[in-house]
């Protein structure tokens, strides 16, 4: 068998518009729909490999350094949501760690629904099971299923409801404002927000075939957060190497050296928070 560097093949030229700035790789939906199971079922439903580690007591592949974090399903704590009604909620990433925003999952229960954001926060939202509806105060409802998503400005009233369980997974931060520059909201399914200056981050979607790997060792001032949605594969993050799969969970400061390897049988897809548009100062 010939080495893995032979195996990992450079990228393809969508892979690297995708790392620049369009953000989202299409695997052709004839390999994504070829499933036995729901579309991110590992992110709710995960599972350990080897699968002797499952029920090995203290074990946990959750790690927590200075300028990154990779926290693992087994690890994820949820408590009732503040405000929120029916939900419960486990934070992955918060500013305690050093982020400057957060990201959390959501497990919304029969007739549940949200709170607002704190006072000039903004808030983005991506439905990996179930449907949920998205209102607003002038009563527009919108439709959320699974793999869509919702950006909602600060300040912006809205609420989400669902009848059914529902997972989301979401990030907020608190808006940098930028003199006569001011965002919309956003309900969209597959499609990535305006990379325009109003926007102070954005969300990407990340697809890999195996064997596929960026072509970039990262390293630079923005913050990243990432869920793994699909597949498997090898995260660098400073001098250390991590196994990681769906489900996972990974915060990277700035300045981190990164990079991803694709190494399972099949497609890693990962959700990856990203702060534009601003400068550092």
């Not at 790789?25 to 729901?38: K, Y």
């Not at 990779?70 to 934070?91: C, H, K, M, Q, R």
């Not at 697809?207 to 001032?221: A, I, M, R, S, T």
Request: a negative charge.
């Amino acid at each position: 068998m010939h080495s893995l560097l032979a195996l990992l093949l450079l990228l393809l030229p969508w892979r690297s518009s995708a790392v620049e700035g369009d953000g989202f790789c299409s695997i052709p939906q004839s390999i994504m729909q070829t499933r036995s199971r729901p579309l991110y079922w590992k992110v709710t439903n995960p599972t350990l490999s080897p699968s002797h580690l499952q029920d090995l007591p203290g074990f946990t592949r959750s790690v927590y350094k200075r300028d990154h974090a990779v926290i693992t399903p087994e690890s994820y704590v949820f408590s009732p949501l503040p405000d929120w009604v029916n939900t419960l909620g486990a934070y992955l990433i918060t500013p305690a760690m050093g982020a400057h925003f957060v990201m959390y999952l959501a497990k919304m229960q029969v007739k549940s629904k949200s709170a607002l954001p704190p006072q000039d926060v903004e808030r983005f939202l991506f439905v990996v099971q179930g449907s949920a509806v998205l209102k607003n105060d002038s009563g527009i409802s919108h439709e959320l299923p699974v793999d869509s998503y919702a950006y909602l400005p600060a300040n912006y009233k809205h609420s989400l409801e669902s009848d059914d369980t529902v997972t989301v997974v979401i990030f907020e931060r608190r808006y940098v404002s930028l003199e006569n520059h001011y965002p919309e909201p956003v309900f969209e399914l597959r499609k990535l927000l305006p990379a325009s200056a109003p926007y102070d981050f954005n969300i990407h979607i990340m697809d890999f075939q195996p064997g596929e790997f960026l072509n970039v060792k990262e390293v630079h001032y923005n913050q990243h957060g990432l869920l793994l949605l699909e597949g498997q594969g090898i995260y660098r993050l400073g001098d250390s190497w991590y196994p990681v799969q769906a489900g996972d969970t990974i915060w990277m400061a700035p300045f981190v050296p990164q990079w991803y390897a694709a190494l399972g049988k099949t497609p890693t897809r990962y959700l990856l928070y990203k702060d534009v548009n601003r400068s550092p100062l």
